[in-house]
């Protein structure tokens, strides 16, 4: 690709696609059970102590405090509802604030934090509830053991893609200082003129209102924002590529024009072709990591 050349052919798309794929492939295959083992034994020590603490669900209310001031224990009350609520769905749904300080100046919003969680309690996973009675023993292990099957998926998982991110955004960095580009603070970038200098680049850094992971400027004056996106699926990357770098894109070539801005992501994973070629339509360059040597190229053209 040249700087203002044609996009990529679908040939060329369906060739880097499925070397992201195979990529993604290999990794998954060689990623160690250890950090999933790691958390399961430390949510199953979490949700048992939980359930030792009041075998009775409904009264988790009266120790309120205690339970969600502690990160943990707060993690393992979430993953009583099924399917479990999110830090941010139960603040919307308690009309609350997980604040320790809060929490503990508040008794009552504890308990209504809790009783909110309670209402959708998992009767499958704590059936002794449904009866009113108390667990046995047997009972009581097996919904610990379920709990922290639960969390400790959700928590590699969430490690994992984060971790795939910040990974993938070193890449870039090390590969535009490579390219002789000049890393600079971060920055609200309004106009062109709050852009890093030609030859320059910096992290994440609002341009025209939105987010983008890196803010490159070209050696001939164009800014480029680029989004650092993987995938893990192909449902996925619809909502990373085509609902959220594209339509950035879209904003950032309405308000900074398509003569001087060149949005642009980065992408590892998982994808469609057709998904890759409509975000290309939508005014997107994309570059992929396992070709960083691409974007190398296109940076060091835009100097001629």
């Known amino acids: 690709m040249i700087a203002d050349g044609p996009p990529w052919s679908a040939e060329q798309l369906e060739s880097d696609r ?6 993604f492939r290999a990794e998954r295959m060689r990623e160690p059970l250890e950090a999933y083992l790691e958390a399961f034994e430390k949510y199953r020590v979490v949700v048992e102590d939980l359930l030792a603490r009041t075998s009775d669900m409904a009264a988790i209310a009266d120790v309120a405090v205690e339970v969600l001031t502690e990160p943990l224990l707060l993690d393992a009350v979430r993953y009583l509802s099924g399917p479990p609520i999110s830090r941010d769905d139960l603040q919307a749904l308690a009309e609350a604030s997980l604040s320790p300080g809060r929490i503990r100046r508040d008794p009552a919003l504890a308990r209504r934090i809790v009783e909110t969680i309670l209402l959708g309690l998992d009767q499958n996973r704590f059936p002794w509830t449904r009866d009113n009675r108390e667990p046995t023993e047997t009972e009581r292990a097996a919904a610990a053991m379920a ?3 639960l969390i400790a998926s959700s928590r590699v998982m969430t490690d994992r893609r984060n971790e795939s991110n910040v990974a993938q955004e070193r890449a870039v960095a090390d590969a535009l200082r490579t390219a002789g580009l000049r890393e600079v603070p971060r920055r609200v970038i309004a106009t062109l003129d709050d852009a890093p200098a030609r030859g ?3 992290g994440e850094s609002l341009f025209a209102g939105r987010k983008a992971d890196i803010v490159i400027r070209l050696w001939d004056g164009r800014a480029m924002p680029m989004e650092c996106k993987v995938s893990n699926s192909y449902t996925n990357s619809v909502k ?3 609902n959220d770098a594209a339509v950035k894109a879209g904003q950032w070539l309405h308000d900074f024009g398509t003569v001087q801005t060149v949005p642009a992501t980065l992408l590892a994973g998982v994808f469609k072709l057709a998904n890759l070629e409509q975000a290309q339509q939508r005014g997107l360059t994309i570059f992929w990591l396992h070709d960083l040597g691409a974007l ?3 940076i060091d053209r835009s100097r001629r």
Do not use: G, K
């Open 18 to 23: 499925r070397i992201a794929l195979e990529r």
């Open 147 to 149: 709990s922290a099957v």
């Open 200 to 202: 320059e680049f910096c």
């Open 240 to 242: 990373r590529l085509n």
């Open 296 to 298: 190398s190229t296109f």
